[in-house]
């Protein structure tokens, strides 16, 4: 197995990072997660354009072009003879004696990319998964795709205790999306999704599958809406780069759609199938 550290392809095993590395020490980067289908990344462009944006927006200047970085990931696939999988990669401010100020002097970021092998998750793309309410009580920033997902994990963790997939956070009474993952509901036959604001991450997945509902006469809103919205849905549904188009059938104990698949659920992901094919 390689890795990409600062530029080079190495040897997993020795892609180290320092003790005082800020991302390590504060959370101090951003990150994203690349599918690949058929030893090809999916959606490259737009990850690796959401991937500069990110750092840009915490004052990170990512050493290398957009095309510099997609070419070395592309080496990466190669050199781990990645089939079907994720890329996991991240920038962080790189490494200066701890200190919560940015560090004046020239430092380098941290950038550091490896391969995960995984199949696609085709029990729950079948059968829905089952999720939790709870409050989203993360920073109003989560527009940017930060190391620091501190509160993402506790509400993942909260699901996963109770035997759950996904939590659904909400700011008081409106919904914003699961801790890994943008949440739909089918109103009326109208597919809803938060808008893309500082609020919520504009899931790349997200993106597919409201242009797969314009292209296809499916129609969209992208607006905020309500926890009696969400338990009165017609159809519920997740989505992220690995959980792809996810049914959602059950939330705190209730089902949706008598607790199956929605019709347009399963049409999005017929849809959303034939891009990844
Ligand atoms: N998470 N919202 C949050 C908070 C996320 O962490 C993610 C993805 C999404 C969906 O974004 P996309 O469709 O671009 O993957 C929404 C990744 C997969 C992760 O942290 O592993």
Redesign the pocket.
């Given at each position: 197995e390689f890795a990409l550290l600062n530029g080079s392809i190495i040897e997993r095993s020795e892609a180290k990072v320092d003790v005082e590395d800020r991302g390590y020490q504060f959370g101090d980067g951003v990150?994203?997660?690349i599918?690949i289908y058929n030893g090809k990344m999916f959606?490259a462009t737009?990850?690796l354009k959401?991937f500069f944006k990110s750092a840009e927006s915490i004052g990170i200047s990512i050493p290398f072009t957009n095309l510099q970085l997609k070419e070395m990931l592309q080496e990466l696939l190669i050199k781990n003879n990645l089939e079907t999988g994720?890329i996991?990669m991240q920038v962080t401010r790189g490494t200066a004696p701890r200190n919560h100020l940015f560090p004046t002097e020239n430092v380098v970021p941290t950038l550091v990319a490896y391969t995960i092998k995984g199949v696609r998750p085709l029990d729950g793309l079948k059968s829905g998964v089952k999720a939790i309410l709870t409050e989203d009580i993360r920073w109003l920033r989560?527009d940017i795709?930060s190391l620091n997902?501190l509160g993402?994990l506790l509400a993942k963790q909260k699901a996963s205790e109770q035997g759950c997939f996904e939590a659904i956070q909400h700011r008081g009474q409106d919904v914003t999306?699961?801790?890994?993952?943008?949440i739909f509901i089918v109103k009326d036959g109208t597919v809803i999704t938060h808008e893309s604001n500082h609020l919520?991450?504009?899931?790349?997945?997200?993106?597919?599958i409201l242009d797969l509902c314009t292209k296809n006469n499916i129609p969209v809103q992208e607006r905020s809406f309500t926890l009696v919205e969400i338990e009165s849905a017609e159809e519920a549904f997740l989505?992220?780069?690995?959980?792809e188009v996810m049914p959602v059938i059950e939330i705190d104990g209730k089902k949706i759609n008598s607790g199956i698949p929605g019709p347009l659920t399963r049409k999005l992901q017929d849809l959303f199938k034939l891009e990844i094919e």
């Amino acid at each position: 197995e390689f890795a990409l550290l600062n530029g080079s392809i190495i040897e997993r095993s020795e892609a180290k990072v320092d003790v005082e590395d800020r991302g390590y020490q504060f959370g101090d980067g951003v990150y994203e997660v690349i599918r690949i289908y058929n030893g090809k990344m999916f959606t490259a462009t737009e990850h690796l354009k959401r991937f500069f944006k990110s750092a840009e927006s915490i004052g990170i200047s990512i050493p290398f072009t957009n095309l510099q970085l997609k070419e070395m990931l592309q080496e990466l696939l190669i050199k781990n003879n990645l089939e079907t999988g994720n890329i996991y990669m991240q920038v962080t401010r790189g490494t200066a004696p701890r200190n919560h100020l940015f560090p004046t002097e020239n430092v380098v970021p941290t950038l550091v990319a490896y391969t995960i092998k995984g199949v696609r998750p085709l029990d729950g793309l079948k059968s829905g998964v089952k999720a939790i309410l709870t409050e989203d009580i993360r920073w109003l920033r989560c527009d940017i795709k930060s190391l620091n997902l501190l509160g993402n994990l506790l509400a993942k963790q909260k699901a996963s205790e109770q035997g759950c997939f996904e939590a659904i956070q909400h700011r008081g009474q409106d919904v914003t999306e699961g801790s890994s993952s943008n949440i739909f509901i089918v109103k009326d036959g109208t597919v809803i999704t938060h808008e893309s604001n500082h609020l919520i991450l504009k899931g790349i997945t997200r993106d597919v599958i409201l242009d797969l509902c314009t292209k296809n006469n499916i129609p969209v809103q992208e607006r905020s809406f309500t926890l009696v919205e969400i338990e009165s849905a017609e159809e519920a549904f997740l989505s992220s780069t690995t959980a792809e188009v996810m049914p959602v059938i059950e939330i705190d104990g209730k089902k949706i759609n008598s607790g199956i698949p929605g019709p347009l659920t399963r049409k999005l992901q017929d849809l959303f199938k034939l891009e990844i094919e």
